[in-house]
Structures are given as C-alpha cells and as structure tokens.
C-alpha cells in the first residue's frame, strides 16, 4: 500500500465538543460551561478552605452566545468542562431577506447555515448597513462552540486596486 492512497480530510470522529478540566485551571479570560451554556470568564474568586476541606472559586461569566451573566460556585479541586471555542473568518457573498447569510471562506467553501445575529440588538442591522447589497466586501468572525454558530463581529476588506 501506498502513502497517498488515503486520505483524510476531517478527522472528528465524535471529537467531545467539551473537555474536563479542574475548576482551580480555569483562569480569568478563560472559557468554562455554565448551567450547559459556554461561557467566558470575566473574574474568579477564591475562598478560603472550609470545614470540608475545599477552597470554593466562584466564577463570574458571560454566555459567548447571548451575553447574559452567569455565576457558578466549584470547589477548586473538583471538574468542570471547558468548551473547545472556535472562531473563523468568512466573506459574506448574500444577506437574504428574512437575515440567512452566504458565506465564503479563502479556501472558496460555502456556508449558508447562519443567519445575521440578533445579539447585541441592532448588530445584524449594521452588518446588513455595511454591507450595503453588496456595494461593499465584508467579513464576519464566526465563533463555534458546543454545536452552536454564531457572528460575533465583522469587519470592511480593501478592495482590490
């Protein structure tokens, strides 16, 4: 058998969306899962070991998705999970009427499975208004976590001259 008769395009095989970590790893800036949302630490507080034996950090969080604040108490030696974030960049092609996107990456892969986002308020509008039907290229920062995709910032390319 030959070296180039396979080849592998994707390897997720079932790849976790999360993975374990200790609640005493996770740093502020960091990401951590919140009552099942992937959320992204804003502060960390540390108490003292109790009468159990554990010191407690008490997480104070954003979702990535809906901006919402969440808080959770872990003891430090105890698990958590910790969603894997990604975030890529993709050129918008076309904005349908009702906000379903087409997307392009550098690779010339296609996505039309997003739609414009609906937070913060307002923020699928101006991306809507900059790209102006198409008068104008922009590109837009889809975050990935937990199965969920979402625009979380764009930003006007150079056109070529």
């Given at each position: 058998?030959?070296?180039?008769?396979?080849?592998?395009a994707?390897?997720?095989?079932?790849?976790?969306?999360?993975?374990?970590?200790?609640?005493?790893?996770?740093?502020?800036?960091?990401?951590?899962?919140?009552?099942?949302?992937?959320?992204?630490?804003?502060?960390?507080?540390?108490?003292?070991?109790?009468?159990?034996?554990?010191?407690?950090?008490?997480?104070?969080?954003?979702?990535?998705?809906?901006?919402?604040?969440?808080?959770?108490?872990?003891?430090?030696?105890?698990?958590?999970?910790?969603?894997?974030?990604t975030?890529?960049?993709?050129?918008?092609?076309?904005?349908?009427?009702?906000?379903?996107?087409?997307?392009?990456?550098?690779?010339?892969?296609?996505?039309?499975?997003?739609?414009?986002?609906?937070?913060?308020?307002?923020f699928?509008?101006?991306?809507?208004?900059?790209?102006?039907?198409?008068?104008?290229?922009?590109?837009?920062?889809?975050?990935?976590?937990?199965?969920?995709?979402?625009?979380?910032?764009?930003?006007?390319?150079?056109?070529?001259?």
């Amino acid at each position: 058998m030959s070296d180039n008769e396979y080849e592998i395009a994707a390897a997720d095989a079932g790849a976790s969306e999360t993975i374990p970590c200790e609640a005493g790893q996770v740093k502020k800036g960091g990401y951590m899962m919140i009552k099942g949302k992937p959320c992204k630490v804003i502060s960390i507080s540390v108490s003292k070991t109790g009468k159990h034996g554990h010191a407690k950090c008490n997480f104070i969080a954003t979702d990535i998705f809906t901006g919402r604040k969440l808080e959770d108490m872990v003891p430090s030696t105890h698990g958590t999970t910790v969603p894997i974030v990604t975030k890529n960049d993709w050129e918008i092609i076309d904005i349908e009427e009702d906000g379903e996107l087409t997307l392009m990456d550098e690779a010339g892969n296609q996505k039309t499975d997003l739609n414009l986002p609906l937070v913060p308020e307002g923020f699928g509008e101006e991306i809507r208004e900059a790209w102006n039907e198409g008068e104008n290229q922009i590109s837009v920062t889809v975050q990935s976590a937990v199965g969920i995709q979402q625009v979380v910032a764009y930003k006007a390319l150079e056109a070529d001259k």
